[in-house]
Structures are given as C-alpha cells and as structure tokens.
C-alpha cells in the first residue's frame, strides 16, 4: 500500500507536492453573425493567429485558436501546471494538498484554471474593449467547452450553477473502464450572454465546482465575489453554496458576503417557515435540563465548534465550562468562534477548552456538576461505546449527564435522506426509540444512575422527536458511612 | 573522639532548621548536606526581589520555597529548610508540605547563646537589624521548643553547644520500609486468616522445612535454597489457628525466614488485644477466644509482633512492594498515616453502597508504577494481573485457596482449603447487580464479605486507558533503539485518529512500521533499482539478504485466538462475542466488518488448526503480519477518487486538448512544441491507467481476498524478530498450502551482497517480476533483527518498478526532466522514523510476549500512529 494511503487515513499530513506537468483546457466559441466570428480575438484581446503564452500561478496559460474564420471562432486556454509551483501556493492552504500526491487538479478545469481566466483575459473580464465598444454589453452566441471539470458526486450541480444564468447546459459524467463513473464531467454550456458576463461567471463558479480553493482566502475575496458576482449572484438560487463554497467555507467571511447579497426586496429567508433549526432547539433543551438540575460547573463532552459552550456562557449560573473534543483543528476554531482572546477577564476565567477523547479515562473531567454529550454518540463505532460509557458515567461520573442522538425513524421526514442512510456520513449508528431506551437503561443500571427519556423538536406522533434526549441522574444511594472503618474490617 | 554529637535522620525527610538569626543555620546547613539539598529562605527573598532582607518580600519567597520543596519531596529528595522557623505558622505550612508528600518531617534546633548570634549579626553587612530582633526570636524560639514534637517532626535534635554545630554528625536511618537491598527470591503467600494446616502444606509445597517444638507445633519454616517467605498480612482471625499462625509466622520472621506487612486485621486484633472498644465482628471473636487459650507471655509476644508489623515494603531495589490491601506508586517507600492506612485498608471513597460496605477505589487499574506491586486483602477468585500487580487472596478461610506467587519467577502455586471455615457474613450478591459491572469510582467491591466476589469472573475494565497514557510529549524507552519522542502535538494527532478510527486497544496490539525506498539510482530510466538496495545492506554491514516479492495490496495485521475463553481470559474480549481477534490497518482499523471479519479469522483459524500451528508454537493465540490482497480490497475508494479520476480526466482533458491543438496547426500555427508536449503526456496517462489496473481484481464478500503472511509477529510468551526469515516464509508457505482460498505465499531469493552473480541474478528476477505488472520487491536482511555498526539495521528496504512509481509520481515522472528532479529526494527522514517505528513495533511486540499490561503495549502503538503525523515525504 502506498503510504498516502495511509497519511489519507491518518489525516495528519503535511507536505509539499513536487513532480510533474499537466494541462487543463478551456475553450470558447463563438458565432457572430453579421460581424465576423473572428472579431473575439478583439474582445478577448488575443490575437487569433499567434500562441501567446503567459505566466500565471501555478504554471503556463497558452492561448491560442484552433478555429478563426468569418464564420466561426475558437479560443482555447490551455494551462500547463507546475505542480513545483502549485505546491508552493497550496502549501498555506488545506484542501487537495492533503492526501493526493497524484491528484486530478493539473487536468481538470478548477480554480486554477479561472485564476489563469482572471489573469489572462483580464480586460475583457473588466468589460472594456476599445477596437468594438458596442460589442461588449451585447449578448453574443458563445459555446464553451470544458473537457473536465470536478462535480464533487453531484452530476446535477453544473446545472443547477448554470442554468439560472441562461446556459443550456450539456454534461457528460466522464467514467473509468473499470471503476465507472467518477467525480468528473466534460461540460458544455451554450447560450448567448455578453462575453464578459460568461467569464466572470465562469471566474466564480469553476472553483465552485472545484470546493477546494488553491489560495488562501482572505476578507479581500469577498469583494471580488462580489464584484464577479455583479447582478447575477444577488438572484442565483444557489448563491448561499456559491458564496460558501467560493470562500472555502470561511464562515465569518461567507456570512458577510451573504449579508451583502441580502436584498429586503428578494423574499423570505428560506428558512423562516420552518422555525429554529433542530440544533437550535437541542440547544436551549441541553440548557433547560442543565438548569433544573442546578448544574453550575459542566463539561461539553465533543464541544465541536463550541455553539453550546457559546450559549452556555451567557448564562452567569454556569460558572465553570469546560469543553472538550477530541479534534484539535475543532478546539481552535472554537476558540476563535467564541473569541476567547477578546473576552472579558471575568468571563474567560469560566471557560476552558481542551483535547480530550471519550475511549480513555480523563481525570480532569472528574468534579463537574454535569456532563453534555450532545450529537455524540452517534459519532462512535458501536464496540467501542463501552469505552466511552466507562470514562464517562464510570469514572467521570457527574451528577447529571445528558445525551442527545438522532432518532432514527424520525429520519423518513427528510426528503433528502435516502432510506436507511444517516444524517451525517460519520454516523456510525442511529438509533431508534426503543435501541435507544435500552441503551439508556443498560448504562444507568450498571453505572448506578436514574435515567429520564425526552425529545426535542417537533414531535410526530407515529416516529417520536428527531432528537432524543436522555437525563441520567446519578443514583444517591451511596452515602458517607462515619464508621466506615469498621465497616471495611 | 568518638563523643560527637550523632543526629539520626529518617532519609527521606524534610529537614527543618529551626534557629534565631545568626545561630549558624547556614553555616550548619553548608557543613552538613549538599547545597542542592538546603533551599534557605533567604535566597529565596533575593530570587524574588534582589534583596535577601527585603522582608516584604517574605511571603513570596516562601511561596517559591514551599514550591521546590514540594518538587523535591515528589520526586524523593531530602530536602533542608533553612529559615528562622521560630513561628508556628510556618513551621505548620512545612509539616503539611512533609504529610502531602508522605515523608517525615524533622527538626534541628540550633539555640547558641544569644551574645553569639548577636555577635555573628554585627559582623555581617547586609544585616540591619539589631539585637532586639534575635533576642524576639530566641523568645519565640524556646515558647515553641517543647511543642515541636506535638506539632508533628518525629524527631528533634536540638544543638545548644555552638561546637556542637561543628561536630555533630548527620546518620541517615533506612525507613522501616526500605529493604532494597533484599532481592529475594521470595515466595509471596496471601491472606492465611488462621488457615494453619494450609498454610504449613502450602510452605511444604513451596519447598520449606517446617521446624516444630516440642509439643509438635511449627515454630518455623526454613527454604533450603534460602529462599525466604512475605506474608502480605491477615494472617488472624475467622480461621481455625489464629494462634497457631501467628507461631509459624513469628518464628519465621524472627529467624529471617519471613517477612511479613500487617494488615487490618492485624490493626484491630491489636486494638482488641490493648482493650479499646472496637466491634467484635468478622472473625475476631474467634481470634480473642483462640488467643485466650493461650499462655499470657504467647498473647504478649502475639501482641508485640502484630502491633510491630510494617505496613508495607519496597524490596529487590524497588522492583517489589508488599502491602496488605496494595500501594500506589507515589507511596512506595514513604511514611505517612495515609500510606499506612491506604497499606491496610486500601483506597475507599469514604461511600458506602447500598449494603453499608466501603466503595472501594480500583487503585490496579490506574496503576503505571514500574515496581510490582502483590497484595491481598480483597479475595479474587483467580490472581491475575492487572498493570503489574496482582491480588494473591483466594479466599482460602472461605474454601477457596491459599496461594503463593514466586518471585521473581512469576509463577503461582496455590493449595486448596481442607474446609470452609468461615462462612460469609452477608448472603451472596445476586447475579447482574452491580458487583458484576463494576465501574472505576463506583466499584461496590464488597470489604472482606468474601463470597460475594467469589465465584464471579474476573473484573475486567472495558480496554478503557487513561488519557495521560498517551498525551503530551511522550518518550519512550526501547531495548533495540533507545529512547524515542512523540512530540505533544504528534500525540494530539493520533488521538483524534486512535479515538474515531481504531479498533478498540485490546485488539490493537502492534502497528507496522513504515519502510523507506532504497537509495536513488542516478541514471538510466530509473528511480529505484535492486543495486542500490544491496549497496546500502553492503554500506550498514548486512551480506545476507532476502528478497521478497512486493504484493500490491494493504498491510493487514491479523490477531487470531484458539477459542473464546483465550480471547476473554489472555485479551479482555467479550467471551460471547464471535470475533475472535482482528483483521487491522496500519492505521488501527479494521478492514471489514463484524461478518466478514469474523468469516475471515475462522479461514485462517481452521488453516492454523489443520497445521497444528497451535501446539507447534505452544500458544492459544498468534499474531501475524501480512499482506491483504487485492488493493482493492481496501483502497476502492481511493482507487475510484484518486486514480480512476485523474485518469478519466487526465484522459478527457488531454484529447481534447490534443485535437483543438491540430486544429490548430492544421490552419498554420506555430504550436509544435506545445502539441508534443501534450501528446507526450497523453501516452504517459495511457500508462498510467494501466499501471493501477494491474493491482485490482474483483471481490465479494471474501470471495477473491487472500492473506500474504510474511512475519509471524508474536505468540504467547515470544517474539520473533529475532529468526530468520526462512522459517517465517516457510510457516507462509505451509499456510497458502493448507487454505489456497485464504492464503497466498510470497516469492523470494537469498542473495548474498559480495557475490556479484547472486546480485545480477536478483536484479534479474527483480526486472521480470516488475516488466510483468509487480510491484516490486523488499529486501531484508535474511536473519531478520539485526544491529550495525551504528545500532538497529533497516528491517527491509523496498525497491519499486518503474510503471508502478507512475501511481506514486505521476503519470509522466519518467520524462528525463522530471526524473532528475525526483532524483534529489531526501531519504533521511523517512529512513530515521522507518527505524524508530521498527523500534517501537519490536517494543510492543516484547511487551506483549512479557504479558506486559496493556497500557504499556498502548503506548507503542499509540507512538508508532504519532510518529506517522510527521511531515516526510509520502511518496518515499
């Protein structure tokens, strides 16, 4: 086995790629009826009858033009990457530099491809040309041909980010003789748009397609999503994917943007019919129980981004909040979620985060009123449930401990949720009512605690909640023996 | 002059001067113990504001004393205040530091004559104060001299004569519980409770001679190979000879035959004995009535022994400790009431469960001590051990057994009771109660009502370690390597790995190491060649090699057990679960799931059975290293994302480019260089495709999976890195015979590095496998383990074919340019942690084959997984 296999795996792989170089191709046709075809050498300013190449990140871009008569023309871009280069660029980002050292970024159209489109045909994705001013806000018929593009296992997603533009959109899902279909497809758009438009469009969505930005994303490409993104990012159904994706999920930077996208005269927001999200509501039911059971000091068992460590915070009951989980990269982002820098003295002394994992005992997380296990669960492999039972309700034993795990049968209320799947793809399990329960019973039996079954979120009367909530209490009947010397001979 | 004043001093103490300023607490301090030893106050003062007299700086600086002595008393150091200490608060503040850290606070009291500390202060500079200052202090001084023994130092020497300072010699005195020196061997004997007669067949089995008075009654027992008895305590009462017992074991421990540690029983007869009011109960009564038979000067003497009796010691150079209900390991060898309380009593929460008995702490399970630790106290229906520790109180007073255990030889000997003497206090647990699940804070463990653990299995812990076995920077010491880092923020990686990905650590008991490529070939169209692989086995010393055919699939470790009962009582499993062992990762995870994995360990149990592999290595469970075929086995995945889609659009993107490049040139361009690059590099991805075609092939279900054994990893009580790689291969061999459907074997030849035909007849066979699809090959040396000139020797070097690099450095690395590029990569990394996750592998395999605990084989694995996080080129 080749050992990325095993650094894929591992998932703790820091490297630089070296080696070869590649090509990806993007070529642009048009038909300009009375004018000639051959006018878009004017609009691209290109000259149709040289190869020019120029440097760009990452390699070589070539233009040059297969085709260039009256009737018709065509401009291809073709890019040759220097994964030396590349390397050197991806190595502050995350994305395809973890894992593959052959991977299929040099041959597949991605954001590679639409930074070498914003450096070589920068003027005519600015809308200037002076040779055929009239030209350049007239809709054009152009067809464009990517060989490969990635589709990330959604073929239907270059539709769904084209169409709403005025594309036809042609896709033919690429396959391996032996393996089928792969994460790829050769795509064709056609459709008559003003040429700039089409680039900026295709300056935004390619690395859409690609979700694995090249370049470090910084507050500055926001503007320039928004400047690409022009009119027609504000009314795109899928702007909200387009933004998080463009900005390689970079939350505060995604949520500014979609701030700025937010039209009052655009409608609802999507979401408003449906009430507080499920994870809201699991939320402030984790804090209802914590709160009656007059828990002060509390451990966030698998804290994640640290949303309830946040909300927790803003109770001045709970004094001492201690989150943990077992991912580094989560602990940091939850402390720059909560500011934990900026926070105030006061506050910040009542808060810890630390690397913890629920299959070894921790004596730090003994002492604590209570503890959280919130969408937990459900995240470890059955066999080694036992493990986590142990550290927690065994050795940690807290007074109160809440769990909360999806319900299972609840999941035919999804549409979107093939049968028999789960909500998360790292779910090892989720349980039903009744697996539930007895689990519930089997811990609270063995660890000497009275155990309570709840839900949260809008209750169905056939499937039960979505989420089911347990409150273990632990049992009181051990009690301090003032002769327990005695007791011990 | 031998009239010299002698201060005798436990050695391991805290050493409090006590003296006015200028009594020569320094003075006596410099002359009497090392300067690490002595933390003076006034140093402290300086540290902590540059002025050695700034008295407002005092509490500081104690607070930066009290902290170093605290490290010290931790770490065992004797360590001396010297301070005026004539207050009781501070003098308190000390004696609480002595008791957190279970060592004995002691005090010197140096009171010269007042002219003379007045005297010594006019003659220093940095001094200030005057007169009235010392005569305050020597007031405090003599208010608090008569406490100070009431304050808690056990022992005070009080120096008035100022020569006396000079002279007097410091004796250190051993602790009652420092027998270090005594190494054994040793037959350790657990809880006797009055059983004599077993006691005596017990003795006679072990090999002692019972010496008897007059009246017939053992007065002794003498080992003829000098051999010398521990008795771990409750040796009295609910038995039939309390007196009887107490005779053997006198007379043994007066002879030197024995040793003996008191236990609780013990405590109480005693308290009993002197007439305090204690509840006559679990057996006491019939010790009074027994010893009541007795003459006066027996009970005396009886009382003598038992009141003298030692709480716990530390033997054979601290590799052993003795205590009635165990010890952890910060106790070992210190002296506190709570070191003797936790010796007799063990660790209680201070809660009683539902039947009014103690909750009992499962001090085993957390203990990392390096010492043995054997005890008794609570009966077990089998000794077994427990993170180096083992329980030896069988219950013999309830009709269970006496046992014994030999050191240093490990090996139990027990003899069965004549009778149930006793019967137990309370009725039995019913089953499915909490005894039987018992959990780490709340273990119900009954105190000494006996049958209630009786009778049940063995407690285990669900394979549950701490986290402080694996955080934060660790290093380990290996036999083969010496010590090795996991840096903490490597050990933070391979949590978050070990806690969501792998098998559960009783399965996971060893983790491959990476192997480095050979050395880089520097011409022709290669990057790696056979000749480079003997050159460097040449350069590190190694003439015999084995070069063994390298399987294109995943590296899969496979633990096999004979039976459940070996799963359950050797690993901890669940007897009723059908996974007899695991089919892991290098990583930790397992291949498949429950079914198949099960399915896949029966083929290989029922090929193991058919070769009697059982009997042959005399073990009930074995653990092989393999290799699983094919790559698609595992790697699907990774094929389909990786491979399959770089080559559908590697494919895609280059005929199109390829053909808009004609185009192109059809009509006049100039694109020449550019469109042989391009179709240069569209041959290259043909290759490509087919490079990681040659390693897949269909499967289902098991059907199309086989195991390529290469090593057999360990067996009970062995490793076997230390025999050739003949004998693994042939037991592969025999195997791929005996289940062709499970097994595949490993081609292979014996090359010798000096014969230049044995070399070219390698590189030969190296050419053809790789011309015909192979992967490769991995030469090793053939004895297997082996140490060089400069220490531990690669295990084994692969050297791969040129198509199949192609998956590693891309479709097109053979391109000249590209090849002297690839040609400067850097093996030295990727060789050093080859070998130190080697050395870490054959670590955990010794501990495994030592019956180390398990949290002691975690720790390898759970480095080698660290290890991995570092940055070395994956490609090597």
Redesign the interface.
């Known amino acids: 086995m080749p050992d990325h296999e095993r650094m894929r795996e591992t998932g703790c792989v820091r490297w630089t790629i070296r080696g070869i170089l590649v090509a990806v191709l993007l070529t642009l046709s048009t038909t300009l009826g009375s004018l000639p075809a051959t006018d878009l050498g004017f609009l691209l300013h290109k000259h149709p009858e040289r190869l020019q190449c120029f440097e760009v990140t990452a390699g070589t871009a070539h233009v040059f033009y297969p085709r260039a008569d009256a009737a018709e023309c065509t401009a291809a871009l073709l890019l040759e990457i220097d994964p030396i280069d590349l390397a050197r660029h991806a190595r502050r980002s995350s994305g395809w530099a973890l894992g593959a050292y052959v991977n299929d970024r040099p041959y597949v159209a991605s954001s590679l491809l639409a930074v070498a489109l914003g450096k070589v045909f920068r003027t005519a994705l600015n809308g200037r040309c002076d040779a055929r001013p009239e030209l350049v806000r007239q809709p054009i018929p152009l067809r464009i041909h990517l060989p490969a593009v990635p589709d990330g296992g959604d073929p239907e997603l270059p539709e769904r980010l084209f169409a709403p533009l005025g594309w036809h959109v042609e896709t033919r899902p690429l396959t391996d003789p032996e393996w089928g279909r792969v994460d790829c497809v050769e795509l064709n758009l056609s459709g008559d748009l003003p040429l700039a438009e089409a680039l900026n469009q295709l300056y935004v969505l390619l690395p859409v397609l690609d979700d694995a930005k090249h370049y470090w994303v910084a507050e500055e490409e926001v503007d320039k999503l928004l400047r690409a993104g022009g009119d027609w990012l504000v009314s795109h159904p899928e702007r909200e994917l387009i933004s998080r994706r463009y900005l390689a999920h970079a939350r505060t930077l995604v949520d500014s943007a979609l701030a700025q996208l937010a039209d009052p005269d655009s409608g609802p927001e999507p979401h408003q019919d449906s009430g507080r999200p499920l994870a809201a509501q699991r939320r402030s039911a984790v804090l209802e129980r914590l709160r009656a059971a007059g828990a002060r000091s509390v451990v966030d068992l698998g804290c994640g981004d640290g949303r309830l460590v946040g909300d927790l915070l803003e109770d001045p009951a709970f004094t001492e909040i201690l989150g943990v989980d077992v991912s580094t990269g989560g602990l940091g982002a939850a402390e720059r979620k909560l500011g934990l820098e900026r926070m105030p003295e006061r506050k910040r002394r009542c808060v810890r985060l630390r690397q913890s994992a629920l299959t070894y005992t921790d004596s730090t997380l003994i002492g604590h009123d209570a503890a959280v296990l919130m969408e937990v669960v459900e995240h470890l492999d059955l066999a080694r449930l036992p493990a986590m039972e142990h550290a927690v309700f065994g050795h940690a034993r807290p007074e109160t401990v809440l769990v909360t795990t999806p319900n299972a049968e609840y999941n035919v209320r999804y549409p979107n949720l093939a049968a028999g799947a789960y909500r998360h793809p790292d779910h090892r399990f989720e349980w039903d009512r009744a697996q539930f329960a007895a689990w519930v019973e089997r811990v609270a039996e063995r660890f000497g605690y009275v155990p309570e079954l709840d839900g949260v979120g809008e209750h169905d009367p056939e499937l039960g909640h979505p989420t089911q909530l347990a409150v273990f209490t632990r049992a009181e009947s051990a009690r301090t023996d003032a002769n327990s010397e005695d007791a011990r001979s | 002059m031998n009239d010299n004043r002698i201060l005798d001093l436990p050695d391991l103490s805290l050493v409090v001067l006590i003296g006015a300023s200028g009594s020569g607490k320094s003075t006596f301090a410099a002359e009497h113990f090392r300067a690490t030893q002595v933390l003076s106050s006034d140093r402290c003062r300086g540290m902590v504001s540059d002025d050695e007299n700034d008295q407002n700086a005092t509490d500081d600086a104690f607070d930066v004393l009290h902290y170093i002595a605290g490290k010290r008393l931790a770490a065992g150091l004797v360590t001396v205040v010297d301070a005026t200490n004539v207050h009781k608060h501070g003098r308190d503040a000390l004696i609480r530091l002595a008791r957190e850290h279970d060592v004995l606070p002691v005090a010197i009291v140096l009171d010269p004559p007042e002219s003379v500390c007045i005297r010594r202060n006019a003659g220093r500079t940095d001094r200030t104060f005057g007169a009235e200052v010392v005569r305050r202090q020597r007031k405090d001084l003599h208010r608090s001299l008569k406490s100070l023994q009431r304050e808690g130092f056990r022992r005070v020497h009080v120096l008035r004569d100022e020569s006396e300072v000079h002279t007097a010699e410091i004796r250190w005195d051993r602790l009652f519980n420092d027998r270090r020196a005594e190494t054994g061997p040793f037959d350790v004997i657990g809880d006797v409770h009055g059983c004599r007669s077993e006691l005596e067949t017990l003795l006679g089995q072990l090999g002692y001679r019972l010496h008897r008075d007059e009246a017939g009654r053992a007065i002794d027992a003498e080992h003829p190979e000098g051999r010398r008895a521990l008795l771990l305590g409750d040796l009295v009462d609910r038995g039939p000879d309390t007196p009887g017992v107490l005779r053997l074991a006198m007379g043994m421990v007066a002879s030197g035959n024995a040793l003996a540690v008191a236990g ?2 013990e ?2 007869l005693v308290k009993a004995l002197r007439g305090r009011k ?2 006559v ?2 057996g006491l009564a019939e010790s009074l009535e027994q010893l009541s038979g007795e003459d006066e000067e027996f009970q005396r003497r009886a009382q003598e022994f038992c009141d003298g009796l030692v709480a716990h010691y530390v033997l054979d150079h601290g590799n052993l400790v003795v205590a009635h209900a165990g010890l952890p390991e910060r106790y070992h060898g210190r002296a506190s009431g709570r070191v003797r309380s936790f010796a007799l ?1 063990g660790d ?1 929460t ?5 039947f ?4 009992r702490y499962p001090w085993a399970q957390d203990y990392r001590g390096k010492a043995v630790v054997l005890y008794g106290h609570t009966p077990v229906p089998e000794p077994e051990w427990i993170n180096r520790t083992m329980c030896l109180d069988t219950g013999c007073v309830f009709g269970g057994r006496l046992t014994a255990l030999r050191y240093p030889e490990h090996e139990v000997v027990s003899m069965p009771a004549q009778q149930v003497w006793s019967e137990p206090v309370r009725p039995a647990r019913t089953a499915g109660s ?1 005894a039987a ?1 018992s ?4 273990d119900p463990s009954p ?2 009502a006996h049958t209630e653990t009786s009778g049940q299995t063995p407690r285990r ?11 934060g920077r660790r290093i380990l010491r290996t036999r083969h390597h010496g010590r090795i880092t996991a840096e903490a ?1 490597q050990s ?10 792998a ?2 650590p009783r399965r996971l008991l060893y983790l491959p190491p ?1 192997m480095p490529p050979c050395s880089t070939a520097n011409s022709g169209d290669l990057l790696e060649h056979p000749e480079r692989a003997f050159a460097d086995y040449r350069r590190w010393g190694v003439t015999e090699l084995i070069c063994q055919e390298k399987h294109m ?3 899969a470790v496979v633990l096999l057990c004979r039976d459940a009962g070996t799963a359950a009582n050797r690993f901890g499993f669940d007897p009723h679960e059908a996974i007899r062992g695991a089919v892991h ?3 930790g ?1 397992s291949f498949f799931g429950p079914e198949l994995t099960a399915a896949l360990l029966e083929n290989v149990h029922a090929a193991v059975t058919e070769l009697n592999l059982w009997e042959e290595l005399d073990s009930d469970w074995l653990l092989l290293d393999t290799e699983l075929l094919p ?1 698609n086995a ?2 699907g995945e ?20 390829t ?3 004609r ?2 040139r059809a ?1 006049g ?3 020449g260089e ?1 469109a042989a ?2 179709e240069k ?1 569209y041959a290259d991805v043909e290759r490509f ?1 087919a490079a990681y ?1 040659q390693y ?1 092939r269909p499967t289902e279900g098991l059907e199309g999976i086989r195991l390529a054994p290469f090593q057999m990893l360990a067996t009970e009580g062995r490793s076997y890195h230390d025999v050739d790689h003949d004998w693994h291969l042939s037991v592969a061999d025999r195997l791929a015979e005996a289940a062709p459907e499970t097994f595949t074997t490993t081609r292979r030849r014996i090359v010798d590095t000096e014969d230049t035909a044995s070399t070219a007849a390698a590189t030969r066979w190296w050419e053809e496998l790789t011309t015909a699809g192979g992967e490769g090959m991995v030469v090793k040396p053939r004895t297997n383990r082996v140490r060089g000139r400069k220490g531990l020797v690669q295990p084994g070097v692969k050297v791969r074919g040129r198509e199949y690099l192609r ?7 053979t ?1 000249p340019r ?1 090849l002297d ?2 040609r400067q990569r850097q093996l030295g990394r990727k060789r050093s942690l080859a070998l130190r996750e080697h050395a870490l592998g054959l670590e955990a395999l010794d501990r495994l084959a030592e019956g180390e605990p398990l949290w002691r084989l975690h720790e390898c694995v759970f480095a080698v ?1 660290a290890l ?2 570092a ?6």
Request: aromatic share 6%.
């Open positions: 609780n029983h405590n109480k204690v509840t109960s679990h009593y209680t201070g809660e009683t469960d539902e009014g008995l103690p909750v909490p699940g959990s780490a804070a709340g105190g000494d812990e669900p394979g549950t370690l701490d986290l402080g076995d694996v955080t923020e933070a990686a391979a949590l978050e790995v070990m806690s969501r990905f098998l559960d990476t699939g995943s590296r990762t290098r990583t995870r790559w595992k790697a990774l094929i389909r994302d990786r491979y399959a889609g770089t080559g559908a659009a590697a494919e895609s993107a280059l005929s199109s480019a053909s808009a490049l185009q192109a009509r361009l100039d694109v550019l690059r391009t590099r495709r075609q897949c998956l590693v450095y891309g479709p097109e690395y391109e590209h590029r690839l997984l991995e996080s940055a070395v080129d994956p490609r090597l």
